[in-house]
Protein backbone atom coordinates (compact mmCIF):
# COMPACT_ATOMS: atom_id res chain seq x y z
CA UNK A 1 0.00 0.00 0.00
CA UNK A 2 1.13 3.39 -1.00
CA UNK A 3 1.17 6.22 1.26
CA UNK A 4 -0.54 8.62 -1.84
CA UNK A 5 -1.96 8.12 -5.19
CA UNK A 6 -1.87 10.78 -7.06
CA UNK A 7 -4.58 10.81 -10.05
CA UNK A 8 -3.13 12.95 -13.05
CA UNK A 9 -0.29 13.84 -14.14
CA UNK A 10 -0.53 17.21 -15.20
CA UNK A 11 1.34 20.24 -13.53
CA UNK A 12 -0.85 20.45 -10.49
CA UNK A 13 -0.69 16.18 -9.87
CA UNK A 14 3.33 16.24 -11.14
CA UNK A 15 3.70 19.36 -8.39
CA UNK A 16 1.96 18.03 -5.72
CA UNK A 17 4.23 14.12 -6.64
CA UNK A 18 6.97 15.71 -6.03
CA UNK A 19 5.83 17.88 -2.91
CA UNK A 20 5.64 14.64 -1.29
CA UNK A 21 8.01 12.69 -2.16
CA UNK A 22 10.16 15.58 -0.01
CA UNK A 23 8.29 13.43 2.92
CA UNK A 24 7.93 10.28 1.67
CA UNK A 25 8.80 7.87 -1.13
CA UNK A 26 5.43 6.32 -0.84
CA UNK A 27 3.95 7.96 -3.63
CA UNK A 28 2.00 6.62 -6.66
CA UNK A 29 1.02 8.38 -9.93
CA UNK A 30 -1.50 7.30 -12.20
CA UNK A 31 -2.47 8.88 -15.30
CA UNK A 32 -5.30 7.65 -17.94
CA UNK A 33 -2.63 9.01 -21.07
CA UNK A 34 0.20 7.52 -22.21
CA UNK A 35 2.36 10.14 -21.26
CA UNK A 36 2.43 12.95 -18.75
CA UNK A 37 1.54 16.42 -19.40
CA UNK A 38 -1.43 15.32 -22.34
CA UNK A 39 -3.89 17.30 -20.70
CA UNK A 40 -4.46 20.91 -20.41
CA UNK A 41 -0.74 21.50 -19.44
CA UNK A 42 0.27 20.32 -22.80
CA UNK A 43 -1.61 23.14 -24.15
CA UNK A 44 -2.01 26.31 -22.66
CA UNK A 45 -0.40 29.67 -22.91
CA UNK A 46 2.70 28.81 -20.59
CA UNK A 47 1.84 32.50 -19.01
CA UNK A 48 2.88 32.73 -15.36
CA UNK A 49 0.27 35.53 -14.82
CA UNK A 50 1.22 37.88 -12.05
CA UNK A 51 -1.91 37.87 -9.96
CA UNK A 52 -3.59 40.90 -10.59
CA UNK A 53 -6.85 39.16 -12.56
CA UNK A 54 -8.17 37.00 -9.58
CA UNK A 55 -10.95 38.28 -6.86
CA UNK A 56 -9.08 39.22 -4.24
CA UNK A 57 -9.48 36.92 -1.17
CA UNK A 58 -9.96 34.03 -3.39
CA UNK A 59 -8.15 30.70 -3.74
CA UNK A 60 -6.96 31.89 -7.11
CA UNK A 61 -5.89 35.63 -6.17
CA UNK A 62 -3.90 33.57 -2.78
CA UNK A 63 -2.10 31.13 -4.45
CA UNK A 64 -1.44 32.64 -8.10
CA UNK A 65 0.67 35.15 -6.05
CA UNK A 66 2.76 33.10 -4.05
CA UNK A 67 3.17 30.80 -6.81
CA UNK A 68 4.44 33.48 -8.96
CA UNK A 69 7.22 34.10 -6.65
CA UNK A 70 7.51 30.73 -5.90
CA UNK A 71 8.26 29.64 -9.72
CA UNK A 72 11.51 31.02 -10.58
CA UNK A 73 13.09 29.16 -7.93
CA UNK A 74 11.04 25.99 -8.69
CA UNK A 75 12.19 26.28 -12.56
CA UNK A 76 15.81 26.88 -11.81
CA UNK A 77 15.51 23.47 -9.14
CA UNK A 78 13.90 21.88 -11.91
CA UNK A 79 16.06 23.29 -14.84
CA UNK A 80 13.13 24.59 -16.67
CA UNK A 81 13.41 27.55 -18.69
CA UNK A 82 12.12 30.78 -17.14
CA UNK A 83 12.07 34.48 -18.36
CA UNK A 84 10.51 37.25 -16.55
CA UNK A 85 9.39 39.19 -19.37
CA UNK A 86 6.49 41.11 -17.44
CA UNK A 87 2.65 41.86 -19.05
CA UNK A 88 0.90 44.41 -20.80
CA UNK A 89 -3.19 44.20 -20.68
CA UNK A 90 -4.36 46.80 -23.11
CA UNK A 91 -7.33 49.14 -23.29
CA UNK A 92 -9.00 50.43 -26.39
CA UNK A 93 -11.56 52.86 -24.79
CA UNK A 94 -12.98 54.46 -21.77
CA UNK A 95 -14.60 51.09 -20.58
CA UNK A 96 -11.60 49.34 -20.64
CA UNK A 97 -9.31 52.07 -18.88
CA UNK A 98 -12.06 52.18 -16.09
CA UNK A 99 -11.72 47.91 -16.17
CA UNK A 100 -8.13 48.16 -16.16
CA UNK A 101 -7.49 50.84 -13.56
CA UNK A 102 -9.90 48.42 -11.15
CA UNK A 103 -7.35 45.80 -11.89
CA UNK A 104 -4.96 47.88 -10.97
CA UNK A 105 -6.30 48.51 -7.31
CA UNK A 106 -7.20 44.86 -7.35
CA UNK A 107 -3.57 43.87 -8.18
CA UNK A 108 -2.40 46.14 -5.33
CA UNK A 109 -5.21 44.41 -2.87
CA UNK A 110 -3.65 40.89 -3.80
CA UNK A 111 -0.04 41.71 -3.22
CA UNK A 112 1.52 42.41 -6.94
CA UNK A 113 4.38 44.02 -6.62
CA UNK A 114 4.66 46.64 -9.56
CA UNK A 115 1.57 46.64 -11.00
CA UNK A 116 0.62 50.17 -12.70
CA UNK A 117 -1.78 51.54 -15.07
CA UNK A 118 0.52 53.59 -18.27
CA UNK A 119 -0.63 55.78 -21.49
CA UNK A 120 -0.10 55.29 -24.88
CA UNK A 121 3.40 57.26 -25.19
CA UNK A 122 4.98 54.80 -22.44
CA UNK A 123 3.16 51.50 -23.97
CA UNK A 124 5.07 52.47 -27.09
CA UNK A 125 8.77 52.66 -25.14
CA UNK A 126 8.12 49.09 -24.11
CA UNK A 127 6.21 47.48 -27.30
CA UNK A 128 6.85 49.64 -30.27
CA UNK A 129 4.71 47.30 -32.24
CA UNK A 130 1.28 47.75 -30.55
CA UNK A 131 -1.84 48.50 -32.26
CA UNK A 132 -3.05 51.53 -33.10
CA UNK A 133 -6.05 51.49 -31.36
CA UNK A 134 -3.99 50.65 -27.76
CA UNK A 135 -4.70 54.16 -24.97
CA UNK A 136 -4.11 52.60 -21.91
CA UNK A 137 -2.74 49.18 -20.30
CA UNK A 138 -1.93 48.12 -17.11
CA UNK A 139 2.10 46.96 -16.75
CA UNK A 140 2.96 43.93 -14.56
CA UNK A 141 6.75 43.11 -14.41
CA UNK A 142 6.56 40.48 -12.79
CA UNK A 143 4.92 38.33 -15.35
CA UNK A 144 6.99 35.88 -16.84
CA UNK A 145 6.85 32.82 -19.32
CA UNK A 146 7.70 28.89 -18.96
CA UNK A 147 7.37 26.38 -21.18
CA UNK A 148 4.33 24.28 -19.27
CA UNK A 149 4.80 20.35 -20.61
CA UNK A 150 8.86 21.06 -19.47
CA UNK A 151 7.66 22.28 -16.19
CA UNK A 152 5.37 19.23 -15.62
CA UNK A 153 7.84 16.39 -17.10
CA UNK A 154 10.58 17.49 -14.42
CA UNK A 155 8.22 17.71 -12.07
CA UNK A 156 7.04 14.21 -12.06
CA UNK A 157 10.95 13.03 -13.02
CA UNK A 158 11.83 14.65 -9.56
CA UNK A 159 9.46 12.80 -7.61
CA UNK A 160 10.00 9.52 -9.47
CA UNK A 161 14.15 10.45 -9.10
CA UNK A 162 13.26 10.21 -5.23
CA UNK A 163 11.35 7.09 -5.25
CA UNK A 164 7.18 7.78 -6.98
CA UNK A 165 6.17 5.43 -9.05
CA UNK A 166 4.52 6.47 -12.53
CA UNK A 167 1.49 3.95 -13.95
CA UNK A 168 0.27 5.32 -17.22
CA UNK A 169 -2.21 4.13 -19.89
CA UNK A 170 -4.54 3.89 -16.10
CA UNK A 171 -8.11 5.16 -16.57
CA UNK A 172 -9.41 5.38 -13.11
CA UNK A 173 -12.79 3.96 -13.41
CA UNK A 174 -13.98 3.01 -9.89
CA UNK A 175 -12.26 3.69 -6.58
CA UNK A 176 -13.32 1.40 -3.19
CA UNK A 177 -13.47 2.58 0.33
CA UNK A 178 -11.25 -0.33 2.41
CA UNK A 179 -9.95 -0.35 6.16
CA UNK A 180 -6.74 1.60 5.63
CA UNK A 181 -7.05 3.73 2.71
CA UNK A 182 -8.76 3.54 -0.74
CA UNK A 183 -8.60 1.08 -3.96
CA UNK A 184 -8.34 2.98 -6.68
CA UNK A 185 -9.10 0.92 -9.83
CA UNK A 186 -8.28 1.12 -14.01
CA UNK A 187 -10.28 -2.44 -15.22
CA UNK A 188 -8.75 -4.75 -13.53
CA UNK A 189 -5.78 -3.63 -12.07
CA UNK A 190 -5.52 -1.57 -8.36
CA UNK A 191 -3.37 0.71 -6.58
CA UNK A 192 -3.91 0.66 -2.93
CA UNK A 193 -3.31 4.47 -0.79
CA UNK A 194 -3.93 5.69 2.47
CA UNK A 195 -4.62 9.15 1.04
CA UNK A 196 -5.98 10.04 -2.44
CA UNK A 197 -5.49 12.93 -4.51
CA UNK A 198 -7.67 13.71 -6.97
CA UNK A 199 -5.88 15.97 -9.99
CA UNK A 200 -7.52 14.75 -13.13
CA UNK A 201 -8.46 18.08 -14.79
CA UNK A 202 -11.44 18.17 -16.64
CA UNK A 203 -12.05 14.47 -15.43
CA UNK A 204 -12.16 16.12 -11.74
CA UNK A 205 -15.45 15.80 -11.18
CA UNK A 206 -15.86 12.47 -12.41
CA UNK A 207 -12.98 11.61 -10.15
CA UNK A 208 -15.02 12.99 -7.17
CA UNK A 209 -18.11 11.37 -8.20
CA UNK A 210 -16.76 7.96 -7.99
CA UNK A 211 -16.45 8.62 -3.83
CA UNK A 212 -19.62 9.99 -3.77
CA UNK A 213 -19.15 14.06 -4.18
CA UNK A 214 -20.95 15.41 -6.51
CA UNK A 215 -20.89 18.82 -5.29
CA UNK A 216 -19.32 20.46 -8.19
CA UNK A 217 -19.36 20.05 -12.12
CA UNK A 218 -16.60 20.86 -14.15
CA UNK A 219 -16.44 21.83 -18.31
CA UNK A 220 -14.07 21.82 -20.87
CA UNK A 221 -13.26 25.55 -22.40
CA UNK A 222 -11.62 25.00 -25.43
CA UNK A 223 -8.91 27.48 -26.72
CA UNK A 224 -6.97 27.80 -30.47
CA UNK A 225 -3.32 28.92 -30.72
CA UNK A 226 -1.75 29.81 -33.46
CA UNK A 227 2.10 29.55 -32.58
CA UNK A 228 4.81 31.28 -35.24
CA UNK A 229 8.31 30.51 -36.56
CA UNK A 230 10.80 31.92 -34.28
CA UNK A 231 11.86 34.13 -36.87
CA UNK A 232 8.35 36.36 -35.16
CA UNK A 233 9.45 35.77 -31.72
CA UNK A 234 11.18 39.20 -31.35
CA UNK A 235 8.48 40.91 -32.77
CA UNK A 236 6.98 41.23 -29.00
CA UNK A 237 8.74 41.24 -25.46
CA UNK A 238 6.12 41.51 -23.34
CA UNK A 239 2.55 38.86 -23.21
CA UNK A 240 0.15 41.44 -24.14
CA UNK A 241 -3.05 40.48 -23.15
CA UNK A 242 -6.38 42.26 -23.76
CA UNK A 243 -9.11 43.47 -20.78
CA UNK A 244 -10.58 39.82 -19.46
CA UNK A 245 -14.12 38.86 -19.68
CA UNK A 246 -16.11 36.37 -18.07
CA UNK A 247 -14.69 33.92 -20.32
CA UNK A 248 -11.44 34.18 -19.63
CA UNK A 249 -7.91 36.71 -19.64
CA UNK A 250 -8.73 36.34 -23.61
CA UNK A 251 -6.43 36.17 -26.64
CA UNK A 252 -2.82 37.01 -25.64
CA UNK A 253 0.39 37.78 -27.60
CA UNK A 254 3.52 36.33 -26.68
CA UNK A 255 6.99 35.36 -27.00
CA UNK A 256 7.86 31.67 -25.76
CA UNK A 257 10.98 30.74 -23.72
CA UNK A 258 11.82 29.26 -27.20
CA UNK A 259 12.05 31.79 -29.36
CA UNK A 260 8.64 31.48 -30.47
CA UNK A 261 5.73 33.83 -30.98
CA UNK A 262 2.53 32.67 -29.69
CA UNK A 263 -1.42 33.91 -30.25
CA UNK A 264 -4.30 32.78 -28.53
CA UNK A 265 -6.54 31.17 -27.07
CA UNK A 266 -10.35 31.69 -28.35
CA UNK A 267 -12.48 30.44 -25.51
CA UNK A 268 -15.94 28.37 -26.09
CA UNK A 269 -17.38 25.73 -23.64
CA UNK A 270 -17.44 22.64 -24.58
CA UNK A 271 -19.12 19.26 -23.44
CA UNK A 272 -16.91 16.78 -25.55
CA UNK A 273 -13.71 16.97 -23.33
CA UNK A 274 -11.09 15.25 -25.96
CA UNK A 275 -12.31 17.05 -28.44
CA UNK A 276 -8.82 18.85 -29.27
CA UNK A 277 -9.97 19.73 -32.96
CA UNK A 278 -8.93 23.45 -34.55
CA UNK A 279 -11.85 25.59 -36.58
CA UNK A 280 -11.87 27.69 -39.02
CA UNK A 281 -13.40 30.32 -37.13
CA UNK A 282 -11.70 29.98 -33.87
CA UNK A 283 -8.46 30.44 -35.36
CA UNK A 284 -9.81 33.66 -37.58
CA UNK A 285 -11.23 35.28 -34.44
CA UNK A 286 -8.05 34.64 -32.76
CA UNK A 287 -6.13 36.20 -35.25
CA UNK A 288 -8.26 39.44 -36.06
CA UNK A 289 -8.05 39.50 -32.42
CA UNK A 290 -4.24 39.91 -31.75
CA UNK A 291 -4.09 42.35 -34.51
CA UNK A 292 -5.70 44.51 -33.10
CA UNK A 293 -3.57 44.38 -30.20
CA UNK A 294 -0.23 44.16 -31.41
CA UNK A 295 0.41 45.50 -35.55
CA UNK A 296 2.52 43.54 -38.25
CA UNK A 297 2.26 39.92 -36.94
CA UNK A 298 3.14 38.00 -40.16
CA UNK A 299 1.18 35.55 -39.87
CA UNK A 300 2.22 33.56 -42.92
CA UNK A 301 5.06 32.59 -40.24
CA UNK A 302 2.48 30.30 -38.50
CA UNK A 303 4.23 26.61 -38.37
CA UNK A 304 1.25 25.03 -36.49
CA UNK A 305 -1.93 25.44 -34.58
CA UNK A 306 -3.81 23.88 -32.11
CA UNK A 307 -6.13 23.72 -29.02
CA UNK A 308 -5.72 22.89 -25.19
CA UNK A 309 -8.60 22.52 -23.13
CA UNK A 310 -8.78 23.79 -19.76
CA UNK A 311 -10.47 22.49 -16.74
CA UNK A 312 -13.29 25.10 -15.64
CA UNK A 313 -15.09 24.25 -12.42
CA UNK A 314 -18.52 25.32 -11.15
CA UNK A 315 -17.94 27.35 -8.59
CA UNK A 316 -15.91 30.08 -9.85
CA UNK A 317 -13.07 29.49 -7.52
CA UNK A 318 -10.28 26.95 -7.28
CA UNK A 319 -11.84 23.86 -5.50
CA UNK A 320 -9.56 22.30 -3.02
CA UNK A 321 -11.64 20.43 0.03
CA UNK A 322 -11.32 17.31 1.63
CA UNK A 323 -14.76 16.11 0.91
CA UNK A 324 -14.41 12.27 2.19
CA UNK A 325 -11.67 11.35 4.55
CA UNK A 326 -8.25 10.93 3.50
CA UNK A 327 -9.77 12.36 0.01
CA UNK A 328 -8.59 15.46 -1.55
CA UNK A 329 -10.06 17.76 -4.05
CA UNK A 330 -7.45 19.90 -6.42
CA UNK A 331 -10.02 20.35 -9.51
CA UNK A 332 -11.69 22.77 -11.20
CA UNK A 333 -7.84 24.22 -11.78
CA UNK A 334 -8.14 26.72 -14.54
CA UNK A 335 -6.17 29.96 -15.52
CA UNK A 336 -4.42 30.57 -13.26
CA UNK A 337 -3.57 27.23 -12.50
CA UNK A 338 0.11 26.90 -14.06
CA UNK A 339 1.07 30.18 -12.36
CA UNK A 340 -0.47 28.74 -9.00
CA UNK A 341 0.97 25.02 -9.46
CA UNK A 342 3.89 25.14 -6.79
CA UNK A 343 1.52 27.04 -4.29
CA UNK A 344 -1.12 24.72 -4.78
CA UNK A 345 1.45 21.71 -4.00
CA UNK A 346 2.51 23.78 -0.94
CA UNK A 347 -0.71 24.32 0.30
CA UNK A 348 -2.18 20.96 -0.35
CA UNK A 349 0.59 19.85 1.74
CA UNK A 350 -1.23 21.45 4.78
CA UNK A 351 -4.11 20.44 3.90
CA UNK A 352 -2.73 16.59 4.36
CA UNK A 353 -0.71 17.53 7.21
CA UNK A 354 -3.97 18.67 9.00
CA UNK A 355 -5.75 15.07 7.47
CA UNK A 356 -3.21 13.05 9.79
CA UNK A 357 -0.64 12.76 7.64
CA UNK A 358 2.47 12.90 9.81
CA UNK A 359 5.90 13.00 8.43
CA UNK A 360 9.23 14.52 8.45
CA UNK A 361 11.36 16.11 5.72
CA UNK A 362 13.69 13.63 4.07
CA UNK A 363 17.53 14.14 4.67
CA UNK A 364 17.80 12.57 1.09
CA UNK A 365 15.93 14.37 -1.12
CA UNK A 366 17.05 15.87 -4.09
CA UNK A 367 15.51 18.82 -4.92
CA UNK A 368 17.98 19.26 -8.72
CA UNK A 369 17.80 18.07 -11.88
CA UNK A 370 19.73 18.66 -14.83
CA UNK A 371 18.00 20.90 -17.80
CA UNK A 372 16.54 18.78 -20.22
CA UNK A 373 18.44 21.33 -22.80
CA UNK A 374 21.89 21.63 -21.26
CA UNK A 375 23.79 20.80 -24.51
CA UNK A 376 22.62 24.09 -26.36
CA UNK A 377 23.69 26.03 -22.89
CA UNK A 378 27.58 24.72 -23.31
CA UNK A 379 30.56 26.19 -25.08
CA UNK A 380 32.07 25.00 -27.86
CA UNK A 381 35.00 23.96 -25.61
CA UNK A 382 32.13 22.18 -23.55
CA UNK A 383 30.45 20.50 -26.37
CA UNK A 384 33.63 19.20 -27.94
CA UNK A 385 34.65 18.04 -24.62
CA UNK A 386 30.99 15.99 -24.26
CA UNK A 387 31.51 14.96 -27.79
CA UNK A 388 34.83 13.30 -27.42
CA UNK A 389 33.17 11.31 -24.47
CA UNK A 390 29.75 10.64 -26.23
CA UNK A 391 30.15 10.80 -30.07
CA UNK A 392 26.40 10.89 -30.65
CA UNK A 393 26.34 14.25 -28.87
CA UNK A 394 27.95 15.22 -32.99
CA UNK A 395 25.11 13.59 -34.69
CA UNK A 396 22.29 16.49 -35.60
CA UNK A 397 19.00 14.60 -35.94
CA UNK A 398 16.68 17.76 -35.91
CA UNK A 399 18.17 20.16 -38.53
CA UNK A 400 15.50 23.33 -37.64
CA UNK A 401 16.53 23.00 -33.98
CA UNK A 402 19.55 21.29 -33.84
CA UNK A 403 18.75 19.11 -31.54
CA UNK A 404 21.35 15.98 -31.69
CA UNK A 405 21.32 12.28 -30.89
CA UNK A 406 23.02 12.43 -27.72
CA UNK A 407 20.03 14.74 -26.41
CA UNK A 408 17.12 12.58 -27.74
CA UNK A 409 18.99 9.56 -25.98
CA UNK A 410 19.13 11.14 -23.02
CA UNK A 411 15.74 11.75 -23.15
CA UNK A 412 14.53 8.72 -23.61
CA UNK A 413 16.78 7.39 -20.83
CA UNK A 414 15.46 10.22 -18.22
CA UNK A 415 12.26 9.78 -16.07
CA UNK A 416 8.91 10.38 -16.95
CA UNK A 417 10.84 8.07 -20.40
CA UNK A 418 9.01 9.01 -23.27
CA UNK A 419 7.80 5.85 -25.50
CA UNK A 420 6.41 7.82 -28.90
CA UNK A 421 7.49 10.82 -31.45
CA UNK A 422 5.52 13.14 -29.31
CA UNK A 423 7.38 12.13 -26.21
CA UNK A 424 10.44 13.08 -27.80
CA UNK A 425 9.35 15.65 -29.21
CA UNK A 426 7.76 17.31 -26.06
CA UNK A 427 10.94 16.35 -24.20
CA UNK A 428 13.59 17.98 -26.83
CA UNK A 429 11.69 19.73 -29.54
CA UNK A 430 13.28 17.74 -31.72
CA UNK A 431 10.04 17.97 -34.57
CA UNK A 432 8.91 21.15 -33.39
CA UNK A 433 10.81 23.32 -36.00
CA UNK A 434 9.44 24.66 -39.48
CA UNK A 435 9.80 21.25 -41.11
CA UNK A 436 6.98 19.58 -37.98
CA UNK A 437 9.38 16.40 -38.42
CA UNK A 438 9.53 15.95 -41.55
CA UNK A 439 13.32 15.06 -42.05
CA UNK A 440 13.81 14.00 -38.30
CA UNK A 441 10.58 11.33 -37.23
CA UNK A 442 11.93 8.58 -38.96
CA UNK A 443 15.68 8.78 -36.88
CA UNK A 444 13.39 9.58 -33.60
CA UNK A 445 11.53 6.31 -34.58
CA UNK A 446 14.46 4.07 -34.85
CA UNK A 447 15.95 5.35 -31.61
CA UNK A 448 12.86 4.88 -29.48
CA UNK A 449 12.90 1.24 -30.83
CA UNK A 450 16.09 0.22 -30.43
CA UNK A 451 16.51 1.97 -26.68
CA UNK A 452 12.75 0.03 -25.98
CA UNK A 453 14.03 -3.09 -27.49
CA UNK A 454 10.63 -3.42 -30.05
CA UNK A 455 10.69 -3.32 -33.74
CA UNK A 456 10.26 0.30 -35.72
CA UNK A 457 6.73 -0.53 -36.54
CA UNK A 458 5.34 -1.05 -32.84
CA UNK A 459 6.43 2.83 -32.55
CA UNK A 460 3.61 5.06 -32.28
CA UNK A 461 3.54 8.96 -32.19
CA UNK A 462 0.77 9.61 -29.36
CA UNK A 463 0.22 6.47 -28.32
CA UNK A 464 -2.24 4.02 -28.73
CA UNK A 465 -2.95 3.10 -32.39
CA UNK A 466 -1.02 6.19 -33.77
CA UNK A 467 0.80 3.81 -35.71
CA UNK A 468 3.43 5.36 -37.82
CA UNK A 469 5.25 2.34 -39.77
CA UNK A 470 3.28 -0.98 -41.11
CA UNK A 471 6.49 -2.25 -42.91
CA UNK A 472 9.57 -1.54 -45.63
CA UNK A 473 8.85 -0.56 -48.86
CA UNK A 474 12.20 -1.74 -49.89
CA UNK A 475 14.16 -5.21 -49.04
CA UNK A 476 17.26 -4.23 -46.75
Do not use: W
Request: aromatic fraction near 6%; hydrophobic fraction near 40%; proline fraction near 3%.
Amino acid sequence: MFDFVVIGAGVVGGMVARELTKYTDSVCIVERGSDVALGATRANSAIVHAGYDAKSGSLKAKLNVRGSVMMESVCRELGVKYKRNGSLVVGFNDEDRANLTELVERGKTNGVEGVALIEREDILKLEPNIGAGVTVALHAPTGAIVCPYELCMSAVGSAMDNGADLKLNFRVDKIEKIDDGYRVYAGENFVDAKFVINCAGVYSDEIAALVGDDSFSVRARRGEYVLLDRECGSHVSHTIFRCPSKMGKGVLVTPTVDGNLLVGPSAEDIDDKEDLSTTAAGLAKVRALAAEQVAGIDFSKTITSFTGLRATGSTGDFIINMPKERFLNLAGIESPGLSSAPAIAEYAIQILKDAGFDASLRADFVAERRPAHFFSSLSVEEKNALIKERPEYAHVICRCETITEGEILDAIRTNPRPTDVDGVKRRTRASMGRCQGGFCSPYIVELLAKEMGVDYTAVTKFGGKSYINFGKTKGE
